[in-house]
């Protein structure tokens, strides 16, 4: 007990021996041994007048004076005897700044802080603590989003503004901005994460502490994070566990709060977050768990994307055995079925949500089974890549491929999903009802088709066939392929003669430049008369006979190798009947070089052109594509306006418009062309090679087209509203090598019993195709007339057939000309005019006589300069490119 507290001494009377020692006389006082020195008494305290003089401290104003003096000897003493005292004369110690462990104090006393001592160091701690997040705050600075949470794919459109597909990006991931994000959406991520997100700071201070004690014991990680922290952490931190990195996430999350508006951090967080499934982001995860866009979403299902983000690998009822056996379908949609209902209770808890509105969810909306990877399947694919080259090709801001492979690009095409779907169904079934390659594979295999369908008012791409299956077949048959179209290149020829006209032989040497002085030229009727004799010697437009660099001359035959009844024809009825021999001779009376022009014009590309220098270019050695095919018939569909076919009509990046498509039409024939042509192609459907594409109730022009060893054959053909062009062939397009690792190009191959046809013609298994996809296509659009053709050209005479006029010699001529005709050669001489020697005008084709088609036969009598047969050593025939069809 501490010598203060003990009684008061006694009167002299009493005391006993204590008393008794404090009355002794005092010896000199020694310093006491130093274990002694703790139950050194203190001083009394004086209480009365009897207490001894000599023990009362002396007294300098009264008892209070008194009782003060006694205290602070009290505590001397104390001082002087107790731990940490004055060394020697009982000094008192200097006071610690901090007093731990406690002067004065015996056993556990010593070592229990004051709360002085508590209160300074918690103040000292937390003060601390503010310094550091201060320096932190100031030093710490937002980084921008990584790339890996801004990586996206391109998503594509259908015409009708329908999603096609998304790809071409290293991320399923298509950012979206807030207000495409249901509001339920929205709703049901902060009740099922962070309910408190419109009004925090945008942490979570003891989610980061719990985060922080686990770590630091070893134990598993913590969640408890804000929206805000999930999203810092998805977008622009690592996703390593540690403390440096929770640290960074706490600063940065703070300054993100104080920046960035809360609807903006919900759609990065949103946007950023991974659903499983390979689905990055809200909008991928609408259409790879529902098939829809997230603006279509239901409070239902937002609710079941809500809970994926718990943890996709156990919250996908799909199941994920692959990553975690537990992970079953059972247990995932357990798991996610509880979850989606919190969710919708926590919603109205948190008032996001009626009750009324809850009542309507009792049925759990189960996810579509995951999709294979199969997104480019079938035609997908080609549309893609061809949707993808044009953009590149024709935007303007100089946007790459290497641009559009970082993703992020809204691409709306102009393909009709109905009508591709539709032109790859026909091409299947005629393909499978004709085609088997098991039962003949030396004819049926390696055959392939390809085709496109275009709007020709604005030359926009509709449908294409690019093959069986994009993932197995990478070429696209519906655009270059090197296949030769043959006599469907006729038009062409028949344009150029009806736009510059057939060059006159006594125009001089400057003739097949047009314009030059000194030339002159016939505009073409379509009822000009034609020599179709088979093997034609084909002549310049000036009557001698053409010759190659070897010297060798030109022998054109026509498909099967006939000559027509009568030899001469109308040009109407040699395109209704596909005969070759009159369009070689009128590609050499207009010029080749016009005839290229023409095509030019119509739009065909200069590279997919042949040369021009050999007759046989007018009848199809070129290989256009289907599309460009069906494009360049649609400009005479038009009225002679071309349009360049495009299959995008806007690109968006961002929200911001990057392309958008402006059609440029230009002129490439007079409408009196453009009709003329037309109406002779219709001649081909209604009574020529071309009558298995008629349409009941609808106008149709088009026309076959076969090329040399049967190698390729076509139907290219158009409605007033739909220009549509359908190929076929025989190629292996596997690469091979030989045995030097060389790669072998693979040919044509012949067609000749494909299909159990004897030959493949356009008018075959092309026009069946080009028949059933038009009826199909165009069957809810009301039917439309071409218009009438108007007056258009003269009628002129060419390969060898005489203009009518009158003259006395004419029979002599004729006779003349059959005699001089060697034995063994065929005669080019028409039959004899019956009636006189000098023709009548009402007995030739009169132009514009559309019903005339073989007006020539008994009226053009062979000059005689056409009589000569040509040598056997110095002819040869040229079927390369189109022999009828």
Known sequence: MSEHRRKPPQSPGGGGRAAARRGAPQQPQQPPPRDARRAAPRVPHSHGSDAPEAAAPPTHGGRAAARRAAQGGSRRANSSGGRGGGRGGGQPPKKRFIDYPRWGKDGWRRWMPSWKLVTGLCIGFFGSLV??????????????????????????????????????????????????????????????????????????????????????????????????????????????????????????????????????????????????????????????????????????????????????????????????????????????????????????????????????????????????????????????????????????????????????????????????????????????????????????????????????????????????????????????????????????????????????????????????????????????????????KIKNYDGTVWTDKDGKEWLQTNDGGETPPGTYVTLRTAMQDSLNAPYVQLGMDVGTGKVEEAALNAGLLKTSLASSSVPSFSIGTSDPSAIRMAAAYGTFDNGGQQNDPYSVTKVEHSGVTVYTHTAKPKTAFSSAVASNVTDVLKNVVDKGTGTTAKLPGRQVAGKTGTTDGNRSAWFVGYTPQLSTAIGMWRKDDQVHKDKNGQVITNAFQSMFGTGNQEKIHGASFPAEIWHDYMAEALKSTPAESFPAPGKLGTVVYGGGAASPTPSASATASATASASASPSGTPSTTPPTVSASPTPTQSQTCAPLDFTCSGGGTTTAPTPTTSTASPTATKTRGFGNGGTGG
């Open 131 to 536: 310094t550091v997040a201060g320096v932190g705050y100031a030093m710490v600075a937002v980084p921008n989003p990584n790339e890996a949470s801004q990586a996206q794919n391109n998503v594509y459109y259908w015409a009708d503004g329908s999603r096609m597909v998304a790809t071409g990006g290293e991320v399923n991931r298509q950012i979206i901005t807030i207000d495409k994000i249901p509001v339920a959406m929205q709703n049901a991520v902060i009740s099922a994460e962070n309910k408190t997100f419109r009004t925090d700071s945008g942490v979570d201070p003891m989610g980061i502490a719990r985060a922080l004690f686990n770590m630091a014991k070893g134990g598993a990680t913590q969640g408890g994070s804000t929206i805000t922290q999930q999203y810092v952490k998805n977008a622009m931190l690592s996703q390593d566990q540690t403390i440096t990195r929770k640290f960074k996430e706490l600063f940065i999350s703070i300054k993100v709060g104080t920046k960035l508006d809360k609807n903006e951090i919900l759609a990065n967080y949103l946007n950023t977050s991974y659903f499983g499934r390979g689905a990055s982001g809200i909008q991928a995860a609408a259409q790879q768990y529902y098939g829809i866009d997230a603006n279509k979403l239901n409070p239902s299902q937002c609710a079941v994307l809500a809970a994926l983000l718990k943890g996709a690998t156990y919250y996908d009822p799909a199941g994920n055995t692959d990553i975690d056996p537990a992970a079953t379908a059972a247990a995932n949609t357990a798991r996610s079925e509880a979850r989606w209902k919190y969710v919708l209770d926590r919603e109205v808890i948190d008032g996001n949500m009626t009750a009324t509105e809850r009542a309507k969810y009792t049925k759990y909306p189960m996810p579509l089974a995951p999709k294979k990877n199969v997104e480019l399947a079938g035609q997908t694919g080609y549309l893609v890549d061809l949707a993808k080259a044009y953009f590149v090709n024709n935007n303007t801001k100089g946007i790459t491929a290497d641009d559009l492979a970082k993703g992020g690009y809204q691409i709306y095409t102009t393909f009709d999903k109905t009508k591709v779907n539709e032109l790859e169904a026909t091409v299947k079934k005629v393909q499978k009802a004709n085609i088997n390659p098991k039962l003949r594979p030396k004819t049926d295999k390696y055959v392939q088709f390809g085709g496109a369908s275009v709007s020709p008012k604005d030359g926009s791409i509709v449908a294409i066939y690019g093959g069986t299956d994009w993932t197995k077949h990478f070429i696209s048959n519906a655009d270059q392929t090197g296949v030769q179209v043959g006599s469907t290149f006729k038009p062409f020829v028949l344009a150029a003669a009806m736009t510059y006209g057939k060059m006159d032989p006594s125009g001089g040497p400057n003739q097949p430049d047009y314009g030059q002085p000194g030339s002159q030229r016939t505009i073409v009727s379509q009822n000009s008369i034609y020599n179709a004799k088979n093997k034609l």
